[in-house]
């Protein structure tokens, strides 16, 4: 038994974290399951319950646990991956797609699926080591997943809370709506918290939300800057044809491909 289960996770590291071209395969197949769940947990909140939103529910619940399981199983140390917030984040998924087939289907579960976002920086990971025009684009790529999975686990915590409390927020789309007017300080007036509760997370939102909403939309509308250290003063972040360094004025060496298209 132990000298299966030891061939069973040689295979699975090899599939994981193997360099062969069968892995590669593999992790861009995982990499496309997991951008299709991504996508299915956010339109899903738009969409009436019908049976056979359920069906597929069951299906992703059954493949994200053989997923987690083989992941824990290849991990170096299985109990440390099991601690991760990632892995709790899968957990809570998986559970959320099995509850309605013992309960009732509760609002709130298909807003809570939204935790598959934090699948997303998996995402980052991956593409970091495999493609050159990731690298090139790092940061505003990184900006962009920030902000998205801002947006929407705010809306998330917004919908679950007031669904039954504001008679303004009466679907995953109104949710949304209140999110971003709030966080681009838009304030229409057409949704307004009027619990105490409702007050106090918009105050949240704002005090804690629009700035970091605001770095992130301008960290991906800026400029791309090169980084390379300055030698004699340390600036990383340079215009990708400089030569001068606009901190002290050393001259910069950036490496380059000849391309800055």
């Given at each position: 038994m132990t000298d299966v289960m030891s061939r069973v996770r040689a295979n699975l590291r090899?599939?994981?974290?193997?360099?062969?071209?069968?892995?590669?395969?593999?992790?861009?197949?995982?990499?496309?399951?997991?951008?299709?769940?991504?996508?299915?947990?956010?339109?899903?909140?738009?969409?009436?319950?019908?049976?056979?939103?359920?069906?597929?529910?069951?299906?992703?619940?059954?493949?994200?646990?053989?997923?987690?399981?083989?992941?824990?199983?290849?991990?170096?140390?299985?109990?440390?991956?099991?601690?991760?917030?990632?892995?709790?984040?899968?957990?809570?998924?998986?559970?959320?797609?099995?509850?309605?087939?013992?309960?009732?289907?509760?609002?709130?579960?298909?807003?809570?699926?939204?935790?598959?976002?934090?699948?997303?920086?998996?995402l980052l990971r991956e593409l970091r080591e495999t493609s050159r025009w990731f690298r090139q684009n790092e940061e505003i790529l990184h900006s962009t997943v920030n902000l998205f999975v801002f947006i929407f686990v705010v809306t998330a915590i917004v919908y679950v809370v007031e669904v039954d409390r504001n008679a303004g927020i009466n679907n995953y789309l109104d949710a949304l709506y209140f999110t971003v007017t709030t966080l681009t300080t838009t304030g229409f007036g057409d949704i307004t918290m009027t619990d105490s509760i409702g007050r106090l997370m918009t105050v949240c939102i704002m005090i804690f939300g629009v700035a970091l909403f605001l770095r992130l939309v301008q960290t991906i509308f800026r400029p791309t800057k090169a980084l390379f250290p300055c030698p004699e003063c340390g600036l990383k972040r340079h215009d990708p044809d400089a030569v001068y360094c606009k901190h002290c004025g050393n001259v910069v060496n950036i490496p380059t491909d000849g391309d800055w298209s």
């Open positions: 090899q599939l994981y974290f193997g360099s062969s071209t069968t892995s590669q395969v593999w992790r861009y197949g995982l990499l496309v399951f997991d951008v299709l769940t991504i996508a299915y947990f956010v339109i899903a909140p738009f969409l009436e319950p019908e049976p056979v939103h359920f069906k597929v529910d069951y299906t992703l619940a059954v493949l994200l646990t053989l997923d987690y399981v083989a992941r824990m199983i290849a991990s170096a140390h299985p109990g440390r991956y099991v601690l991760t917030f990632t892995s709790a984040a899968d957990i809570v998924v998986i559970v959320s797609l099995i509850i309605p087939a013992f309960f009732e289907n509760l609002a709130f579960l298909r807003v809570v699926r939204m935790m598959r976002l934090m699948r997303s920086y998996h």
